[in-house]
């Protein structure tokens, strides 16, 4: 769902920023222009330029103001996610174990039943060339 919305500074603002900017542009043409010259110009025509447009923009008929766009994202769906379920087994992993420590685990697999002989034979002989 999109929403269009406009801005427009209110008119105490704009009125605010035409007072201010009257000034400035008088000071422009009072002080700036006969003591800085060329900068002087530079100043008052920047300050008349920024006067008309907080004129145009507080007063203006035609001024719709800056435009904002608001977007409503929509909802992910929310899953649950459950924990993983918790070993029945403390479970130290093997490289933590030293070589007799691993070959004994590796031994207890085997009894258990969780591995053949041939991964047995397979993995004692790669504990052993790590000595």
Do not use: C
Not at 78 to 101: G, M, N, Y
Request: aromatic content about 8%; proline content about 6%; charged content about 25%.
């Amino acid at each position: 769902m999109k929403k269009r919305i406009t801005y427009r500074p209110s008119k105490a603002a704009g009125t605010l920023g035409v007072i201010f900017g009257g000034i400035f542009v008088l000071v422009g043409l009072f002080i700036a222009i006969p003591v800085f010259g060329l900068f002087g110009l530079l100043w008052t025509l920047g300050a008349a330029v920024i006067t008309g447009m907080n004129a145009y923009q507080a007063f203006g008929k035609g001024y719709v103001g800056p435009e904002i766009r608001i977007e409503d994202e929509e909802q992910p769906e929310r899953r649950t996610v459950s924990p993983p379920p918790a070993e029945t087994h403390d479970h130290i992993p093997s490289t933590a174990l030293d070589a007799k420590q691993r070959l004994e685990q590796l031994e207890s697999l085997r009894s258990a039943g969780l591995i053949t002989n041939q991964e047995y034979q397979q993995k004692r002989d790669k504990i052993l060339k790590e000595l």
